[in-house]
């Protein structure tokens, strides 16, 4: 059952963010004064207290954490870390996984499971875990660039008939690096510009040049939110963060929600968002799931905000309740599940086919 926003949590519960202190002058006040004081109040007025650590500022003895000298508690503090693989956070990324693996084996409890965390930061891998969905899948080659890339023959893979084409980051967010090929010249263009970071790219036909990016947010398997996302001119994505208009639903087509029973059904996530593609004729594509994706879209909206951060910051302290042996809960179990989920492929259908909001 999905804990409603209209209920309090425990006050002694702490949503606590484990999130890098990476960013620029600029997005750290943004951050600051904009993004992190709505998810504050969303905590409070559920009841629960809410904090954001930089992961650096952690030490841990034996099974005892400190958080800048304050001691950590697995029974208060609810660890929510997801991975951040921008360039720019590159330096933390492995100082940050090996901290909350660590703190996960002295007993605190991490909504989001480090192996969905990896699964769903790769577009490719996203598609594959989800061969069955039934909404359709944009078929994809990916190609690691780096130092070897013009050794690599990438050009047979992609056949003519998908061209344009459309090339994103396979892990990226905010719709940062995504750029629309007409030919195979600046397709290969594109990708030894993205070999000076040797990030993995995903090269996808293109859907359209006036798509509609829907995003689904449920929490324990609910949809609370569903909305429209815009880009702005000829903007080839519709992120909030990249200037994209957003317009809220409420008519959830039957093929969505069997996608979200599907993802539930299989990964047992508390809170999940799901992008989806419309092009203009109305057919939906599935485009990827983020296990932290936020919602500033919806932050004009206090009922809104309460609904879909207040709900999910009580599913993840109804989990830890679960994780703690509460009666009711099955967090444990659950967490387990969803972390084996990845070893389950033989169980699914083969094919042969080939920083904040994102």
């Known amino acids: 059952m999905t804990?409603?926003?209209?209920?309090s949590g425990n006050a002694a519960?702490?949503?606590?963010?484990?999130?890098?202190?990476?960013?620029?002058?600029?997005?750290?006040?943004?951050?600051?004064?904009?993004?992190?004081?709505?998810?504050?109040?969303?905590?409070?007025?559920?009841?629960?207290?809410?904090?954001?650590?930089?992961?650096?500022?952690?030490?841990?003895?034996?099974?005892?954490?400190?958080?800048?000298?304050?001691?950590?508690?697995?029974?208060?503090?609810?660890?929510?870390?997801?991975?951040?693989p921008e360039p720019a956070l590159d330096v933390d990324l492995w100082t940050s996984l090996t901290l909350v693996r660590a703190l996960r084996e002295i007993g605190f409890f991490t909504p989001i499971p480090l192996s969905a965390a990896l699964l769903f930061n790769d577009k490719f891998a996203t598609a594959e875990a989800l061969a069955?969905?039934?909404?359709?899948?944009?078929?994809?080659?990916?190609?690691?660039?780096?130092?070897?890339?013009?050794?690599?023959?990438?050009?047979?893979?992609?056949?003519?008939?998908?061209?344009?084409?459309?090339?994103?980051?396979?892990?990226?967010?905010?719709?940062?690096g995504c750029v629309r090929c007409p030919d195979r010249a600046t397709?290969?263009?594109?990708?030894?510009?993205?070999?000076?970071?040797?990030?993995?790219?995903?090269?996808?036909?293109?859907?359209?040049?006036?798509?509609?990016?829907l995003r689904v947010v449920a929490v324990e398997g609910e949809i609370v939110a569903m909305y429209d996302r815009t880009g702005s001119g000829d903007s080839h994505v519709a992120n909030v963060s990249r200037g994209g208009s957003v317009r809220e639903r409420t008519d959830v087509a039957p093929e969505v929600r069997a996608l979200l029973a599907l993802v539930h059904r299989r990964f047992d996530l508390p809170y999940v968002c799901v992008d989806l593609l419309r092009t203009p004729d109305g057919r939906l594509w599935l485009s990827e799931l983020e296990l932290d994706g936020a919602v500033s879209a919806l932050f004009g909206s206090p009922e809104a905000v309460r609904?879909?951060?207040?709900?999910?910051?009580l599913a993840y302290a109804a989990r830890l309740a679960g994780h703690l042996g509460a009666p009711g809960g099955r967090a444990t179990e659950r967490l387990e599940r969803a972390?084996?989920?990845?070893?389950?492929?033989?169980?699914?259908?083969?094919?042969?086919?080939?920083?904040?909001?994102?």
Do not use: C
């Open 132 to 176: 069955d969905s039934p909404v359709p899948l944009i078929p994809s080659v990916r190609v690691t660039t780096g130092r070897d890339l013009a050794r690599l023959d990438y050009q047979r893979l992609v056949p003519d008939a998908w061209f344009p084409v459309f090339v994103k980051p396979a892990s990226w967010g905010r719709g940062l």
């Open 13 to 84: 519960q702490r949503i606590l963010y484990l999130f890098p202190d990476r960013g620029s002058r600029a997005a750290g006040e943004w951050e600051r004064a904009s993004f992190w004081p709505v998810y504050r109040k969303a905590a409070e007025d559920v009841g629960l207290d809410f904090g954001v650590a930089n992961p650096e500022h952690i030490v841990l003895s034996g099974r005892d954490a400190y958080w800048n000298d304050e001691p950590l508690l697995p029974e208060r503090d609810v660890l929510v870390y997801d991975i951040r």
């Open 307 to 313: 609904r879909v951060v207040g709900g999910r910051f």
């Open 3 to 7: 804990p409603s926003a209209s209920h």
């Open 339 to 358: 972390e084996h989920a990845e070893h389950a492929t033989e169980q699914r259908p083969s094919t042969s086919a080939g920083r904040h909001e994102r």
């Open 187 to 213: 397709l290969d263009a594109v990708l030894g510009l993205a070999s000076g970071s040797g990030a993995a790219m995903v090269v996808q036909p293109s859907l359209g040049e006036r798509l509609t990016d």
